[in-house]
């Protein structure tokens, strides 16, 4: 055994471009967390959220454009001036600019790693951006370039503009400007711990919503504030807007209220199927949208009485499995007790078992009709006839975890029952079970059989046992690790992976030697495509793919932070499974290969810059970036108080695409940023040195 660093190489080369693709099953048109709207129109939606997600609708939410950036950091407010004019404020200085309605959007440089939190401009070019350590900023050319201004150390989540001069700021207190945004002055009057929103319908009348359940308002430019409950068995209040004086809506969690008196009664409405909504925003009286985490939207035409659901959700929270039979017909387990089948690829799903006092954890079909399924307490369940119908065959005392199950013919099955030194056989087709006793007194949680007598046992502290002879025998075969084994899958009788916490094991024999490559994350599932094209998903939205046989791995690309837990691949198929609801799937392999017909290098299409590798880092890591045409650029590092600390470029470059070592070894331990400037082009991003 022998353990390397993981070192990514950005699989580029000079006659072939390399692009992972995987879409959202569930939820749809995507599961990222939606911060803010923008409703320009009854028709025309865009929403803004984590993971630089970006989706725009024409046609009133009944389909939706994904202009999400992969790899982005979060996006948290949208604002537009008219029609056409918009800016976006987000996670590490970001601010994006549009000029036709988001059709199309580009970088403008804020000049500070801060997150910010509003964004809101009083002409087209004259704007403000605030957000956390009382960060405000001022543009006066449209956000060309933008002038830090800070004058208070609240950190700033809500900001509005009432008129050119007058303007209010809410977060960890409330502050407000009198002279066009020159100076801020606090005036809370620690009425709430939080404050999450702003608005003011003139310059006398203003509601701020809270963390505790009320709301405040004013009637006389805030020298006097009245305190509403809106509704006691609600907690907070996210997002506030009026319409007039008198109609207004507040978001808290899954509820929407509505007042048509200013505010002193409200009315609550339960959007239907919603777990967390953040944002709401109204173009009239009747036609508004709100919006939440898990890729929530919700659409009103008759002012928030009736909401109408434009996103689908598979309806489970955790799914533990999933196994398909073809491209079309696939199962998943969840940890609520439920059997889900689908027979178009994954698109829908039907409930086909259900029984909330256990929980599914694997599943198995060895053709059509016949298959398994697991989980706790001591649960195995068999069917006959494609999963209508199950019936349970096995159940003890002990309430273990039977974590896996695999036939390798009609009769023979194992299961892994979590009894140390155990695993569970059956002759019969799963009818009854007896225990084995194994080698060795360890946890098994997983079981892989890669032909009628090769098989494998995975578990605790790198646990693994194989055996060649149809389990008459089994011999260690661990890696010393000290972490457990979550997932193994093998390319043919030599060549294998394993995943687990903080590493990916690979093995060209067998499993009789393991080289162990060092990762910063916990591996949850793998699969082998062929001998060279392997994918590894983890928890936090972790995926990873290798196109050499796991000489390179590439995790550069990154649809979410949801935790990922199963992955199959049926060809170039594949679907991965988390929680809450969350279904990726791909057709083609998730890595599509762009080639020109005489097999040049393929341009650019986009500047990117992308994520540097290894992080942490000590002291080396890689910057990489693409450019489509000719630009003057820069890449410089800046350290966390926004101080230059090195210049790694500074010269007119051709479209392609660049690699930068970036050495620290003269600089302290701690977070730095980089910056890409290409034209007008800007993108920064956050890396950690750890020494």
Known sequence: MRNIVLVIVFLLSISLQVNAQWGWHSPSPQGNAINDVAMLSRDTLICVGEFGTILRSTNAGGSWQNQTRINESDLNKIYFIDNKTGWIAGAMGKVMKT??????????????????????????DKGFVVGENGYI???????????????????????????????????????????GGVSWVDVDQQLASYYHSVFFINNDTGWISTNE???????????????????????????????????????????????????????????????????????????????????EIYITTDGGINWEKKFKRVP?????????????????????????????????WLSIYDNDSVSIWNIYFINDSLGWATGYPSVILRTTNGGNNWIRTYDNFWNNYISSIQFTTD??????NYQQGEVLYSDDGGLSWIQKNLPVNKYFTDVLFTSLDVGYLIGEEGSVL???????????????????????????????????????????????????????????SCSILDELKWWVI???????????????????????????????????????????????????????????????????????????????????????????????????????????????????????HYEINFNASNLASGIYYYQLRAGEFVETKKMTLLK
């Open 137 to 179: 900023a001022k543009t006066t050319n449209g956000g060309n370039s933008w002038q830090a201004i800070t004058t208070t150390q609240l950190t700033l989540f809500s900001l509005q503009f009432i008129d050119s001069l007058n303007a209010w700021a809410v977060g960890d207190g409330i502050s407000r400007t009198t002279n």
């Open 466 to 524: 194989r055996t060649s002879n149809a389990g008459i025998t089994w011999v260690s075969k661990n890696f010393n690790t000290g972490q457990y084994v979550n997932d193994i899958c093998f390319a043919d009788d030599s060549t294998g992976l394993a995943v687990g916490f903080q590493y990916i094991a690979k093995t060209i024999n067998g499993g009789t030697n393991w080289e162990i490559i060092n990762t910063n994350f916990m591996a949850t």
């Open 538 to 656: 983890g928890e936090n939205g972790v995926m990873m793919y290798t196109l050499d046989g796991g000489e390179h791995w590439d995790l550069s690309y990154q649809l979410t932070n949801h935790h990922l837990l199963d992955m199959t691949f049926i060809g170039n198929n594949g679907w991965i499974i988390g929680y809450p609801g969350l279904i990726l799937h791909t057709s083609n392999s998730g890595v599509t290969f762009i080639e020109d017909e005489e097999n040049n290098f393929v341009q650019p299409k986009d500047f990117l810059l992308q994520q540097n590798y290894p992080n942490p880092f000590n002291p080396n890591t890689i910057i990489s970036y693409q450019l489509p045409v000719t630009r003057n650029v820069t890449l410089k590092v800046y350290d966390l108080l926004g101080k230059e600390v090195a210049t790694l470029v500074n010269e007119e470059k051709p479209s392609g």
């Open 411 to 416: 009769s023979i099955g194992w299961a892994c």
């Open 213 to 295: 359940g009320k709301i405040i308002k004013t009637t006389n430019a805030g020298v006097d504030w009245e305190i509403i409950v809106p509704d006691s068995t609600i907690w907070g209040y996210l997002k506030i807007q009026f319409i007039d004086p008198n109609n207004g809506w507040l978001v808290s969690f899954r509820n929407i209220l509505r007042t048509s008196d200013g505010g002193i009664t409200w009315i609550t409405s339960i959007l239907p199927d919603a777990i967390s909504l953040r944002a709401l925003n109204f173009v009239d009286e009747r036609n508004g949208i709100s919006v939440g985490i898990n890729g």
């Open 316 to 348: 489970f929270f955790s799914g533990n499995c999933c196994f398909f039979l073809n491209t079309e017909v696939g199962f998943i387990g969840t940890d609520d007790g439920r059997i889900l089948k689908t027979t178009n690829v994954g698109i829908e």
């Open 99 to 124: 000029t036709d309605a988001g059709e199309t959007w580009f970088t403008q440089s804020t000049s500070t790693s801060l997150t910010l939190y509003d964004v809101e401009f009083t002409s087209i």
